[in-house]
T-cell receptor, first 110, second 111 residues
Framework: AQRVTQPEKLLSVFKGAPVELKCNYS??????LFWYVQYSRQRLQLLLR??SRESIKGFTADLNKGETSFHLKKPFAQEEDSAMYYC????????????FGTGTRLKVLA | DAMVIQNPRYQVTQFGKPVTLSCSQT?????MYWYQQKSSQAPKLLFH???????NEADTPDNFQSRRPNTSFCFLDIRSPGLGDAAMYLC??????????FGPGTRLTVL
């Protein structure tokens, strides 16, 4: 079964601390992985996708096929990073469906 | 310069009274999606269109229908809303290679 798991519902860190939001997936083929973010009162938006291999707002995520993980990391959290983060999977080739994880709320404390 | 627009932003309806939510896009994307998002839960895909091809999720209730009259517009019809249908409804668009762009959502309240 295709599934995306985000084990933490809430993650609180202090400003300047490293942050890691965990994402594990279950899929038999080669998926495309995404992180979406939803800031307070804003629409859901793409943060980054694994094929881009970019760093957005200081965040990075590496696809680990062996561990079927796509954890989101940032070395120094900022208060403006406080938001809801969703990991999502899209199977390669021929489908346009996205499967979302349940989300992790990140709170960065001053 | 909003690219995915949803109207209305807030909708109140009565139990059993049909309601239609609308989504429009200026991106000319060929794929459009409708998601249901309940409080503290992940967005749940209801259906999506690839051009005019409609793809229903197996667990989407028959109470939910959709129409896509042209590339720019897509509608979500809830024929007989129940209390359990109160949620945020998200519209999104994409191309076959690009990621999704989301609208701001319509919050549906069922009285």
């Amino acid at each position: 079964a295709q599934r995306v798991t985000q084990p933490e519902k809430l993650l609180s860190v202090f400003k300047g601390a490293p942050v890691e939001l965990k994402c594990n997936y279950s899929y038999s083929g080669s998926p495309e992985l995404f992180w979406y973010v939803q800031y307070s009162r804003q629409r859901l938006q793409l943060l980054l996708r694994h094929i881009s291999r970019e760093s957005i707002k200081g965040f990075t995520a590496d696809l680990n096929k062996g561990e079927t993980s796509f954890h989101l990391k940032k070395p120094f959290a900022q208060e403006e990073d406080s938001a809801m983060y969703y990991c999502a999977l899209r199977p390669w080739g021929g489908t346009y469906k996205y499967i979302f994880g349940t989300g992790t709320r990140l709170k960065v404390l001053a | 310069d909003a690219m995915v627009i949803q109207n209305p932003r807030y909708q109140v309806t009565q139990f059993g009274k049909p309601v239609t939510l609308s989504c429009s896009q200026t991106l000319n994307h060929n794929v459009m999606y409708w998601y249901q998002q309940k409080s503290s839960q992940a967005p749940k895909l209801l259906f999506h269109y690839y051009d005019k091809d409609f793809n229903n999720e197996a667990d989407t209730p028959d109470n939910f229908q959709s129409r896509r009259p042209n590339t720019s517009f897509c509608f979500l019809d809830i024929r007989s809303p129940g209390l359990g249908d109160a949620a945020m409804y998200l519209c999104a668009t994409s191309t076959s290679t690009d990621t999704q762009y989301f609208g701001p959502g319509t919050r549906l309240t069922v009285l």
